[in-house]
């Protein structure tokens, strides 16, 4: 059983109010200054992601991090301002298919989709 310190409480209450993924250093520059330093961060992300409080996934080499859902999510990310947009996993039945006629065990998928959001699409 996970013991809750005061700074895994702090940080668990954080990612529970974000709408997207968040690098460890984008965490660790919204936590009020001095809660905690950018190793503890990088050390709870890791403890949360043993115990499947927080799922990851990898955007553009960096990784992000985000509260565990059992609704799996994707996401479009604008090239010019970074804006990320969620959107739902279609991947799963496809990758399930495959997966079983080539008796292969997934252990999970990321997939991002890049582009251009509305607003940037207006000054290209």
Known sequence: MLKMTKQREQLLAFLK???TPLSAEMIYA???MGSMNL???????DTFLQYHLVEKTFLD???YYKI????????MVCLKCHKMI??????????????LKNHFTITGHDLTVYGYCQACQASL
């Open 17 to 19: 109010k974000q709408k």
């Open 30 to 32: 919204k936590l009020p």
């Open 39 to 45: 190793s503890t961060v990088y050390r709870t992300l």
């Open 61 to 63: 080499n960096t990784t």
């Open 68 to 75: 565990s859902s059992p609704e799996h999510k994707h996401y």
């Open 86 to 99: 969620e959107m739902d996993c279609h991947v799963h039945g496809i990758a399930d298919e495959d997966a």
